[in-house]
């Protein structure tokens, strides 16, 4: 089945301000849609970030990876991902070339749902499950209260677990708001701590012995993903479990992690890592190496994919939302999320909700 045609379209989204420590003050979402047609049927892709570095994305795609693509093999999908890895080896290995790289490779599977009739959890030789869903705000700069009532609409949602972000510039802030919000929800909720390399790491490790006390489902990215040796000596030294991996850009990152022994929960993200094919690879090192794995936003890819692992503990369920741009959200039942029985990704954008915010 050759790839006729590859086609983008580039948005920003508006966002209720809100931010964290790595990345500051969040307020536009850039959604880059990519339609790739073969032989009469359609593969729906999409790739993002947040507020810089989409239209270079689209760039890449447009004027470098769909005429690579097009006119080849749509169902050798794995031959299509190692020959884009390989063509933008020298500029690529991450960053932006894996969030492009990501765009064409979910319409590809996609496509490939559509022609088999399958829905992505089988097409990854996977059985439907439901996964817990966990609430996660991008909340650092919300004051202490506004913080306590996410909460508790998580815990209304009937949620199991909720994140929060620390880092703030005054440590002892981030104690107590942890604190506040384990009173909050007692010990039958999951809490999760995420400072988003904020922290070097002495000060990560110094700041997670403080944390432990409150008893964290995990702590999420600490320090820098570059540092791996000191994500390792977390692992031994803390009594809490270190998550990393939506910063992880390959499937090569993953494994070094998981040979490193630097990492306990391993958190896919389909568009960040490199794409579905790059995130089946990480699950597979988490199951070689008997590790928990959870998500990275893309709600709607990873209740698919996670599927596919032995030891799935949970679905972030994100701020970033892209609910009121979807011609159906995912659900949320009893805390916990299925995959959709709609053949492909079964994730369809609404053009009409989307076109107001078309920018390229």
Same mark, same amino acid.
């Given at each position: 089945?050759?790839?006729?045609?590859?086609?983008?379209?580039?948005?920003?989204?508006? +966002?209720?301000?809100?931010?964290?420590?790595?990345?500051?003050?969040?307020?536009?979402?850039?959604?880059?849609?990519?339609?790739?047609?073969?032989?009469?049927?359609?593969?729906?892709?999409?790739?993002?970030?947040?507020?810089?570095?989409?239209?270079? $994305?689209?760039?890449?795609?447009?004027?470098?990876?769909?005429?690579?693509?097009?006119?080849?093999?749509? *169902?050798?999908?794995?031959?299509?991902?190692?020959?884009?890895?390989?063509?933008? #080896?020298?500029?690529?290995?991450?960053?932006?070339?894996?969030?492009?790289?990501?765009?064409? *490779?979910?319409?590809?599977?996609?496509? @490939? !749902?559509?022609?088999?009739?399958?829905? #992505?959890?089988?097409?990854?030789?996977?059985?439907?499950?439901?996964?817990?869903?966990?609430?996660?705000?991008? *909340?650092?700069?919300?004051?202490?209260?506004?913080?306590?009532?996410?909460?508790?609409?998580?815990?209304? @949602?009937?949620?199991?677990?909720?994140?929060?972000? $620390?880092? @703030?510039?005054?440590?002892?802030?981030?104690?107590?708001?942890?604190?506040?919000?384990?009173?909050?929800?007692?010990?039958?909720?999951? +809490?999760?701590?995420?400072?988003?390399?904020?922290?070097?790491?002495?000060?990560?490790?110094?700041?997670?012995?403080?944390?432990?006390?409150?008893?964290?489902?995990?702590?999420?990215?600490?320090?820098?993903? &570059?540092?791996?040796?000191?994500?390792?000596?977390?692992?031994?030294?803390?009594?809490?479990?270190?998550?990393?991996?939506?910063? +992880?850009?390959?499937?090569? &990152?993953?494994?070094?992690?998981?040979? &490193?022994?630097?990492?306990?929960?391993?958190?896919?993200?389909? $568009?960040?890592?490199?794409? $579905?094919?790059?995130?089946?690879?990480?699950?597979?090192?988490?199951?070689?190496?008997?590790?928990?794995?959870?998500?990275?936003?893309?709600?709607?890819?990873?209740?698919?994919?996670?599927?596919?692992?032995?030891?799935?503990?949970? +679905?972030?369920?994100?701020?970033?939302?892209? *609910?009121?741009?979807?011609?159906?959200?995912?659900?949320?039942?009893?805390?916990?999320?299925?995959?959709?029985?709609?053949? !492909?990704?079964?994730?369809?954008?609404? &053009?009409?909700? #989307?076109?107001?915010?078309?920018?390229?």
């Amino acid at each position: 089945m050759k790839i006729e045609s590859v086609e983008t379209a580039y948005y920003r989204l508006p +966002l209720e301000p809100m931010g964290d420590a790595g990345h500051g003050a969040i307020d536009t979402e850039e959604l880059i849609t990519l339609t790739l047609r073969a032989e009469g049927l359609t593969g729906h892709g999409y790739t993002y970030t947040i507020g810089r570095g989409g239209r270079a $994305i689209k760039a890449l795609i447009d004027h470098d990876l769909a005429p690579l693509v097009e006119g080849r093999d749509a *169902d050798d999908i794995e031959g299509l991902w190692d020959l884009i890895w390989g063509r933008l #080896l020298y500029v690529g290995r991450g960053g932006l070339a894996s969030f492009a790289i990501a765009a064409v *490779d979910v319409a590809l599977w996609d496509l @490939r !749902g559509e022609r088999e009739g399958k829905p #992505l959890y089988a097409l990854v030789g996977a059985e439907p499950r439901e996964i817990p869903a966990y609430g996660s705000g991008v *909340d650092l700069p919300k004051p202490l209260g506004a913080l306590l009532a996410q909460v508790e609409g998580f815990m209304e @949602r009937g949620l199991p677990g909720v994140k929060v972000k $620390i880092g @703030r510039p005054d440590f002892e802030e981030d104690v107590r708001r942890v604190g506040a919000v384990r009173e909050l929800v007692g010990d039958g909720v999951d +809490l999760m701590l995420d400072a988003n390399m904020v922290w070097g790491a002495d000060e990560a490790l110094e700041h997670g012995r403080r944390l432990e006390r409150f008893d964290p489902f995990w702590y999420e990215e600490p320090t820098i993903p &570059e540092d791996v040796p000191a994500h390792a000596r977390m692992v031994r030294e803390l009594g809490m479990p270190i998550a990393v991996g939506e910063s +992880l850009h390959s499937p090569y &990152e993953f494994q070094r992690y998981a040979d &490193e022994g630097a990492v306990e929960v391993l958190q896919i993200d389909p $568009i960040t890592n490199g794409g $579905i094919t790059a995130s089946l690879k990480a699950l597979r090192t988490a199951d070689e190496a008997g590790l928990q794995t959870s998500s990275h936003y893309t709600d709607e890819l990873s209740a698919h994919l996670l599927c596919a692992s032995n030891r799935p503990v949970y +679905l972030e369920k994100h701020a970033f939302a892209l *609910d009121p741009y979807l011609q159906e959200p995912q659900r949320v039942e009893n805390g916990h999320v299925r995959p959709t029985e709609t053949p !492909g990704t079964g994730l369809r954008f609404d &053009e009409s909700a #989307l076109e107001p915010h078309r920018a390229g």
